[in-house]
């Protein structure tokens, strides 16, 4: 079975950095567009940035030119690097994967179990 698992989430100071990531665990055959979502207490979950399978990316406006994603599709692997971070980007952190292609099969809408980020200021 394929799991999501995020992690690099931590504390920092305002202005500080973290980098994300999140690795796909079991046999994949391909992973196509990954999402990262975000959440933070009493808000709704929104969108921070994806990533297809070749590389086209997206952000939100509240983190362009802030964070970029990438990712690594020999290791299953996308990454959230966060710069210049700001109490505001204080959420859980989650990465969500759209279709996930195994030999068994094809999964959607898969969810990791998220990572904290907090910013203090």
């Known amino acids: 079975q394929v799991q999501l698992v995020e992690s690099g989430g931590g504390l920092v100071q305002a202005g500080g950095s973290l980098r994300l990531s999140c690795a796909a665990s079991g046999s994949i055959v391909s992973i196509n567009l990954i999402n990262w979502f975000r959440q933070a207490p009493g808000k709704q979950r929104e969108l921070v940035a994806r990533i297809t399978n070749s590389g086209n990316t997206d952000y939100a406006d509240s983190v362009k030119g802030r964070f970029t994603i990438s990712r690594d599709n020999a290791k299953n692997t996308v990454y959230l690097q966060m710069n210049r971070l700001n109490p505001e980007d204080t959420a859980i952190y989650y990465c969500?994967?759209?279709?996930?292609?195994?030999?068994?099969?094809?999964?959607?809408?898969?969810w990791g179990q998220g990572t904290q980020v907090t910013v203090s200021s």
């Open positions: 969500n994967a759209n279709r996930i292609e195994t030999p068994r099969g094809v999964t959607f809408d898969s």
